[in-house]
Every structure is written in C-alpha cells, then in structure tokens.
C-alpha cells in the first residue's frame, strides 16, 4: 500500500511539473508578449460558474477563431412562462453582442450574466459604469457548470456505495474492492471525528448525513482538481 501511495504521489507531482513547463515555454514564445502573467486571473476565470464547458481557443488557416466547449441547458423563467435552450445559442458570445431570441423573447449573455432586453430592445445599453441598462435578468435555473459538477458527484457517491453496499452483502468477510477503499475511511471518520465530537450515545443518528456530506464536499474537491471540469 504504501509503495502505491509512493508511486501515485510521484507520478502526480511529475505531471504537474511536466504542465507547469509546457506553460512556461508557451509564455516565452509567445510572440511579442511583454504583458506579466496573470495567475489570479486565469484561476478566477477557471473556478468561477459558467454556462458552459470551456477547454480551449485556436485559430483555423483562414484567421477564424474557434472556441471548444460543451455546452450546458439554459433555463429561465421569464413573463412568458419557462424558456429553456442550449448555451450554444449564444455562440461563445460574452459581451452582450449577440441576441438570442427564444418564445418572443430577446436574451443577451454578458459576463456569464443572463439578460431579457425590454421590449422593443435590439442590443444591450449600458450606462457610464457599464451596467446594462434596458434589460433584467430572468430568474436563472440553468445546469451551469457548477450544478453539474454537484450532480456529477451525487451520481459518484450513488455508483460507489452503491457498488461497495452490494459487495459488503455478498461477501461477508474480509472487504474487498470498493468496499476495502472505503471501509477504512468511513471507520477513521466515525471514530476519529464523529464520536469524540457528537458523543457515543447520538452518534448512530448522525452518522448517515456525516458521511455522506464529507464524501459529497470529498469527491467535488477532487473533480475540482481535475482540469477538464475546472474550465
């Protein structure tokens, strides 16, 4: 066990470095780039919640620019009732410019911010501080980024001990599998944490949620880490 803690530990650390060189060199030839790298920006950019799935820009041989992304389900309530398409409609578009009509009513996205224009309204207005000044947001319901990535670790908290519960009645012995990843976690979590701090008259009763929020913030800090879900 712990020369396979030792191996994941090495291999971790040496794609992380491998990504932080490939970064580095893509800075330094970037032609003509004397703007300073900023970190807190791209983090911010990355963890903040979207519409949509974003990894990558590139430019085609005529010029174009293409965005790579998957899109996510928009859903609004509007006066109209409940309008619901595709992120795509709005084309990669974030600044407001581009119009999506959808049951006789005209939607703008800017800033990741979702607007209904007022009636009769083509384009988005903004006043001197750059608010947007003839539209109002629908109460927003969308699957964005960060909803599914919620949803995404309920359906791995169901799959997993959902699996490890199955192995745990047919094999009543020693834990296998899942149930020998998991079993020793759940036990560290009940003695270690649980008990000494709710006592061991009440603990049986909470038990339940305790494990199953830790494992619920557990496996969405760990989709966190992962890029492909960060973007």
Known sequence: M????????????????CFNTMASENKNNKPGAEEEFNSVEMIMHHISDAHD???LDYTDSEGVEHAVSIPLPVILYTNNGLVYFMS?????????????????????????????LNDGASSLEFDEQHHPLNAVKPIDISITKNVFSMLLSVVLLLTLFGAAGRSARKN?????GILAFLEPIVVFIREDIIIPN??????KTYIPYLITTFFFIF???LLGLILVVQM
């Open 219 to 221: 496996f969405n800090n």
């Open 53 to 55: 799935f974003h990894f």
């Open 172 to 176: 009543p012995g020693a834990p296998k």
């Open 2 to 17: 712990k020369n396979l803690l030792k191996e994941v530990t090495l291999s971790c650390v040496a794609l992380l470095a």
């Open 198 to 203: 709710v006592g061991e008259k009440k603990y």
């Open 88 to 116: 795509s409609a709005f084309h990669h578009n974030d600044d407001g410019s581009y119009v999506v009509s959808k049951s006789g009513t005209n939607f703008v996205k800017y800033h990741e911010k979702i607007y209904q």
